[in-house]
């Protein structure tokens, strides 16, 4: 089974809780690349590669938007970048109590 046909479990709560929220256009694409990504790997913090190509590859989006994308997300609580010894990496936040909106 390829990638493209492939399903992944993402709690339903958690897609109703961001349904009321007002984001922009590009941080919504970010943040489902960031969503995808973590429960993709079933993982909580989902080893998603903050590397701006890979979201420039997965949404389309030129750089220096996907960087006021994920600044806003991280300011907003949504996610939380995470330095190791490889690199940077980006964790979700499902914690709807945690989001400064």
């Known amino acids: 089974m390829s990638d493209t046909n492939k399903f992944m479990q993402i709690p339903a709560t958690l897609l109703l809780d961001l349904a009321p929220i007002k984001l922009k256009v590009e941080e919504w694409r970010v943040l489902m690349v960031i969503i995808s990504d973590v429960y993709n790997d079933g993982e909580g913090c989902g080893g998603m590669d903050a590397e701006l190509g890979n979201?420039?590859?997965?949404?389309?989006?030129?750089?220096p938007?996907?960087?006021?994308?994920?600044?806003?997300?991280?300011?907003?609580?949504?996610i939380q970048r995470v330095k190791y010894r490889g690199?940077?990496?980006?964790?979700?936040?499902?914690?709807k109590n945690t989001w400064e909106v």
Not at 55 to 63: C, D, E, H, P, W
Not at 87 to 95: L, Q, R, S
């Open 65 to 78: 938007h996907v960087c006021r994308a994920l600044s806003a997300l991280e300011e907003m609580g949504f």
């Open 55 to 63: 979201f420039v590859k997965k949404t389309g989006i030129s750089k």
């Open 87 to 95: 690199g940077k990496t980006i964790c979700f936040n499902p914690d």
